[in-house]
């Protein structure tokens, strides 16, 4: 079983930055992509950044795209999404997921996700 270890959340000022980090528990467990999603209270869980394990191919939700930068250390089996110009609209749980297979792409779906780290950003 593939256990997904995300950290680096926190409390975060408007414009600020934040780097999460995802470590899984197996390695070279084949992954397809990895990927982070996020949910906000009260709304859905949604795509935020993917990336392709092999490749190093991108997938940005719109929203971020231009402040967010997703990447991975393939010798370690990290995933990492550095977070810059902070808006309060970015305050969520945010999760990482890896998934096995392309089907549906980066956007998922995806088959093992973390527990979760809270990203606050004030105001």
């Known amino acids: 079983q593939v256990q997904l270890v995300e950290s680096g959340g926190g409390l975060v000022q408007a414009g600020g930055s934040l780097r999460l980090s995802c470590a899984a528990s197996?390695?070279?467990?084949?992954?397809?992509?990895m990927g982070w999603f996020r949910q906000a209270p009260g709304k859905e869980r949604e795509f935020v950044a993917a990336i392709r394990w092999s490749t190093g191919s991108t997938l940005y939700a719109i929203a971020v795209k231009g402040r967010f930068t997703i990447s991975r250390d393939n010798a370690v089996d990290t995933v990492y999404l550095q977070m810059n110009s902070l808006k309060p609209e970015d305050t969520a749980v945010y999760y990482c997921?890896?998934?096995?297979?392309?089907?549906?792409?980066?956007?998922?779906?995806?088959?093992?996700w973390g527990q979760g780290t809270q990203v606050t950003v004030s105001s």
């Open positions: 197996v390695r070279t467990f084949s992954a397809y992509a």
């Open positions: 997921a890896a998934k096995r297979g392309s089907n549906g792409g980066l956007r998922g779906p995806y088959d093992y």
